[in-house]
């Protein structure tokens, strides 16, 4: 195994503002091979992420994790990606339902320590369970989502889950993004459409007035202390994770360089 850390890919992603998110996805895939994933929640960058990865023929599972709280809506986009777009969506689940978890431990969400303790059990955990499995996950955060994302790299290290996030979209604006689902049969989220710029569990996601930031309709009932579920890597830390262990040979796959053994 060698180590691979978060300094080594910020000095690769440099290299890889330029391409588009389709070249990034390719190389994703013949970078990492059937150790590649993709996570989405069903949203519009998910969406786009998804028709990315159909479109250009890859074999890549889509991760979705169902909390057992998500609007219907939500489903019915997850089958649809999956119907049509011909791609292998894998449901993840926790381990309790929500009732489960009611009847044993109260309604989390009701408080900011409550909500975080719960959206580590709901989201967090069923992603964790996948640790091992993949060596690169694709996900779909925008530095234009602001917040914590506004800077967030193309490569980052995902230390619990010990592989590669990659964020092909890092640099897509609301204009591209826009312009993409325009001239593209995207599937999108119905929600959207109905006021909701960001969207989660049914409990505790609302639609966004006017002028209100992105994700003022997360856990709007908890006021400006909690904003995100911990799922992405960027959202809990500050990029600054030291390092996680590969194989060898996939470390110099992933920074196109050949390690020389030879003393």
């Known amino acids: 195994m060698a180590r691979l850390t978060q300094a080594q890919l910020n000095r690769l992603g440099k290299t890889f503002e330029e391409r588009t998110?389709?070249?990034?996805?390719?190389?994703?895939?013949?970078?990492?091979?059937d150790r590649l994933g993709a996570i989405s929640a069903m949203q519009q960058s998910g969406s786009?992420?998804?028709?990315?990865?159909?479109?250009?023929?890859?074999?890549?599972p889509i991760l979705f994790v169902d909390t057992g709280v998500m609007f219907q809506e939500t489903l019915d986009?997850?089958?649809?990606?999956?119907?049509?777009?011909?791609?292998?969506?894998?449901?993840?689940?926790?381990?309790?339902?929500?009732?489960?978890?009611?009847?044993?431990?109260?309604?989390?969400y009701l408080s900011v320590e409550g909500q975080q303790q719960c959206c580590h059990m709901?989201?967090?955990?069923?992603?964790?369970?996948?640790?091992?499995?993949?060596?690169?996950?694709?996900?779909?955060?925008?530095?234009a989502d602001g917040g914590r994302r506004g800077d967030c790299p193309i490569l980052m290290i995902d230390l619990e889950m010990n592989c590669v996030r990659i964020n092909p979209l890092a640099n897509f604006t609301d204009e591209q993004l826009e312009a993409y689902i325009a001239e593209n049969p995207v599937i999108v989220n119905p929600l959207h459409f109905q006021g909701y710029?960001?969207?989660g569990c049914n409990r505790c996601t609302t639609p966004v007035m006017p002028g209100e930031p992105k994700r003022a309709g997360r856990w709007r009932h908890l006021g400006p202390w909690s904003s995100y579920c911990g799922i992405n890597p960027s959202?809990?830390?500050?990029?600054?994770?030291?390092?996680?262990?590969?194989?060898q040979d996939l470390v110099d796959r992933i920074l196109g360089v050949k390690t020389d053994f030879m003393i």
């Not at 959202?235 to 194989?247: A, F, K, N, Q």
């Open 48 to 60: 786009i992420v998804c028709h990315m990865i159909s479109t250009l023929k890859l074999n890549v």
């Open 122 to 143: 709901r989201k967090v955990e069923p992603l964790l369970r996948e640790k091992g499995n993949y060596d690169a996950l694709i996900g779909s955060l925008r530095r």
């Open 197 to 199: 710029s960001t969207i």
């Open 235 to 247: 959202d809990v830390d500050d990029g600054t994770s030291v390092s996680i262990e590969l194989p």
């Open 21 to 33: 998110p389709q070249d990034l996805i390719r190389w994703a895939a013949e970078t990492f091979g």
């Open 77 to 108: 986009t997850r089958d649809r990606i999956a119907s049509e777009y011909g791609l292998e969506v894998r449901t993840l689940a926790p381990e309790m339902t929500m009732t489960e978890q009611t009847e044993k431990l109260g309604v989390l």
